[in-house]
């Protein structure tokens, strides 16, 4: 099922001044991009999309400890890829968006950081991430409007 999307549909469009490539967020973290637009409604593609992509740091302590790549691998579940930075990368830290790559703005949170493992091909580091939103449960998301 890994042509499966993971979206959500949005009851506001472009009359409301919704644009494609809108980011959405709650006060809890990031939920996904908007990646489709119609005058009344949107389609938001969640964060645990394999699509997406949203570069991260990992914070501990208060302090960045790594960075990397946040998609979606879904079944609501995250994983950061490219993952560089300190050798011991503690369990539980956060992961936050970096800013980077400039989609994303910096400091929305994205999840914890389950694990940290080598990939598939042994050649790089990777982690497991709980998403901080669990989209299942959404009522309502905010949609940043570009000025």
Known sequence: ???VREVLRVDKGSL????????VAVPDGLVGLVTSVS???????????P????ACTVEADGR??????VSGEGDDQLVIRHLRGAAEVPP????????????????LEIGTLLDVRKDARGLARE?????QVDCSTLEDVFIRRER
């Open 51 to 54: 699509s997406v992509k949203v």
């Open 127 to 131: 982690g497991g991430v709980l998403p």
């Open 92 to 107: 539980q830290s956060r992961v936050l968006s970096s800013g980077r790559g400039g989609v994303f703005p910096p400091g």
């Open 16 to 23: 409301a001044g919704i644009r494609t490539g809108s980011v």
């Open 39 to 49: 005058p009344h409604t949107s389609e938001v593609t969640l964060l645990t999309d």
């Open 1 to 3: 099922a890994a042509d």
């Open 64 to 69: 960045t400890v790594a960075r990397g790549i």
